[in-house]
Every structure is written in C-alpha cells, then in structure tokens.
C-alpha cells in the first residue's frame, strides 16, 4: 500500500499526517505521497520510514516508496 492510499483511507490531511509521521511540513508528507516517477517525490529517511511504519501499523514499508523493478 502506498503513503497516499494510507492517507486517503483514513481521511487524513497531509498536515495531519505529517504531524502523525514527525516531519516538519505538510508539503514534506505530500511529496512521499506522490508518485513514484514524479520529479518530486521523496523517499524519507530512516527515521521518518520507521514511524511511517509504526503509524501505518506496517500497512506501508520501505518497498513501496520504490517503483519495481522490471528484470
């Protein structure tokens, strides 16, 4: 599941989520929601991953920020 599916099936504002996730702005959250070929999409580091994690109740992890690979 990714970040946006997360926050869009729990009705969460990005402000809300950002605050939920401990990142200093909305637009921080917002640009770990979009898509991953987006230019300005994020991947959070660790710290911010790991509560992305515990919030989501392990519903999103790291594998999701990353776009799969076609061998």
Same mark, same amino acid.
């Given at each position: 599941? %990714?970040?946006? /599916? +997360?926050?869009? !099936? $729990? $009705?969460? *504002? +990005? #402000?809300?989520? =950002?605050?939920?996730?401990?990142? *200093?702005? #909305?637009?921080? =959250?917002?640009? +770990?929601?979009?898509?991953? /070929? ?12 790991? =509560?992305?994690? %515990?919030?989501?109740?392990? #519903? ?5 920020? +990353? =776009?799969? !690979?076609?061998?």
């Amino acid at each position: 599941m %990714t970040l946006k /599916e +997360y926050k869009d !099936q $729990n $009705n969460l *504002s +990005y #402000a809300r989520l =950002a605050k939920l996730i401990g990142v *200093s702005h #909305a637009t921080v =959250a917002r640009r +770990y929601c979009l898509p991953k /070929e987006h230019k300005d999409h994020m991947i959070p580091k660790l710290k911010f991953m790991i =509560a992305i994690m %515990t919030v989501t109740g392990g #519903a999103v992890t790291p594998n999701d920020f +990353y =776009a799969e !690979q076609k061998w």
